[in-house]
């Protein structure tokens, strides 16, 4: 797959919550409870999202390829978009971004494109869906269930359309405007789930409680992006000892990156849950207001 050591990383965490969740929906099958296939769906849907992520579902250039930034601030992926490319040209050419700053939207440019994507998979999924749904002759109690699954991915498709436009539209303030100081949160994924916290059915206690949870899961994202670093830094160092033939060098080197590495995956593995977690809270908040 040619990843970068944290790119493996983050597909080992990614698996691992994949591998959780399909133990906990066998549990849920043996017990009858998943009878309308909708937690299946999503399983599946969630490993189609983690293949294309990491270039593992057989189609060239899907994978959404690791980026030069952490190592020194440039980039070498493409945003698969004609408005975010002009985006992010305008932003690195008008000066209000210092370096660090520029790593920072670059992180949201590419968020926001993965957000698109898990969107259109969504929508495929959906798409599919509907078809067999359409060529089914005789209504039956099987077929309600079938529209009761149909109307909750639509409300699933809902929710991420909404989170793309509102992101979009943070990301051309910002690239015009530059970065807020007075600003909350800095973070992507934080930043998200605070604007979509806003429009759930939270109560001002809720709300504040949630802000406080959303600090400490920033907090919590820094930690691992500051791992992240390590890991990269420790990786381009273990390739250059290894070239020198110093056993007793290369084996210190080893030791650390073999710990950076356990660190990230533990972080990042961490960090996902917890952000799965918040995610389904506001999605039944969300829910909640459409009742």
């Avoid at 579902?57 to 952490?70: A, E, M, R």
């Avoid at 972080?267 to 918040?278: F, N, P, S």
């Amino acid at each position: 797959l040619h990843l970068s050591a944290v790119k493996l990383a983050e597909l080992h965490s990614d698996l691992k919550i994949q591998e959780k969740d399909e133990l906990s929906w066998k549990k849920l099958k043996a017990e009858g409870l998943d009878e309308d296939g909708e937690k299946e769906a999503k399983l599946r849907r969630n490993l189609n999202v983690i293949m294309t992520k990491y270039g593992m579902n057989g189609k060239k250039d899907s994978q959404l390829v690791d980026t030069n930034y952490i190592k020194d601030g440039t980039e070498s992926d493409t945003l698969d978009d004609p408005r975010l490319e002009k985006l992010w040209s305008k932003a690195k050419s008008s000066g209000k971004f210092s370096d660090e700053e520029l790593d920072k939207l670059w992180r949201e440019f590419k968020h926001h494109k993965e957000k698109i994507h898990e969107y259109n998979i969504l929508l495929e999924t959906v798409s599919r869906t509907e078809d067999i749904h359409k060529n089914v002759i005789n209504p039956s109690e099987e077929n309600v269930v079938k529209e009761e699954i149909l109307h909750n991915k639509h409300r699933e498709l809902k929710d991420k359309l909404r989170s793309i436009n509102q992101g979009f539209e943070r990301l051309r303030k910002v690239s015009h405007q530059g970065y807020d100081t007075t600003s909350e949160f800095e973070e992507p994924r934080v930043i998200d789930l605070w604007d979509m916290a806003k429009s759930a059915n939270f109560t001002e206690k809720e709300l504040e409680s949630f802000r406080e949870e959303l600090k400490h899961f920033e907090a919590k994202i820094e930690k691992h992006h500051h791992y992240q670093k390590q890991l990269e830094i420790s990786h381009q160092k273990l390739k250059h000892v290894e070239g020198t033939g110093d056993k007793d060098h290369l084996n210190r080197n080893k030791e650390k990156y073999a710990m950076l590495e356990e660190k990230t995956k533990e972080l990042g593995y961490k960090v996902k849950k917890h952000l799965q977690d918040l995610s389904s809270r506001i999605s039944q908040g969300l829910q909640h207001n459409e009742l």
